[in-house]
Every structure is written in C-alpha cells, then in structure tokens.
Nanobody, 116 residues
C-alpha cells in the first residue's frame, strides 16, 4: 500500500496564500493522474484540481486563476499552490493518486481555514 501525507494547511487571512503538499511513500511514476479534493463541514467532497502524468492540468471553476497544481516526480510529491484565498475555500483538502493498475490512494487531508 502506498501512503499519502498531506501538509501545508493552516490559518490564513483572505487574500493570502498557502502551498499544500502531498507526499507519497513510493514512486509516482506509475500514476495516471493526481487530484486535489476538498470537503467543508456539511458539504459534499468536491474536485479542486487535476494533473495527469503528462502534466495536463484541469481546475474547478471556483479556483481557476487562483490555484495551481504541480508535481515533482523526483520527490514523489504533488503540490497545490493556493493564492488569493477566500473564506469559502475553508475546507479539509486531500489528495488522490490514481495508479495505472486501477487503484486509488488517498491521504487523510490537511485543514485550510481562511478568515475574513
């Protein structure tokens, strides 16, 4: 089993920035795509951003122009740079890695809280 550990969350004022990291316990060379999700209390989990093995990216409309997903294969890590944060971005952020052999890996998440 591949373990994922998210980090980088915290408390930030509106307009501020955070960079989230998702470190895998093994190589991500066999990953088809990497995703960042978020879930706020009482709400459904929603997709925030996606990056493929070929570095093609996609973003939810509510983060376009503010968030950037990237990866570093040498460090077995996927990142989410979050700029111009809004209070509505407050949520637990978790990463998901989809492997070529058809399985998914999930981390436990990191909390992001944006104050107004």
């Amino acid at each position: 089993q591949v373990l994922l550990v998210e980090s980088g969350g915290g408390l930030v004022q509106a307009g501020g920035s955070l960079r989230l990291s998702c470190a895998a316990s093994g190589s991500i060379a066999s990953v088809i795509a990497m995703y960042w999700y978020r879930q706020a209390p009482g709400k459904q989990r929603e997709l925030v951003a996606k990056i493929t093995s070929g570095s093609i990216t996609n973003y939810a409309d509510f983060v376009k122009g503010r968030f950037t997903i990237s990866k570093d294969n040498a460090k077995n890590t996927v990142y989410l740079q979050m700029n111009s944060l809004k209070p509505e971005d407050t949520a637990n952020y978790s990463c998901n890695l989809r492997w070529r052999w058809g399985t998914d890996s999930w981390g436990q998440g990191t909390q992001v809280t944006v104050s107004s």
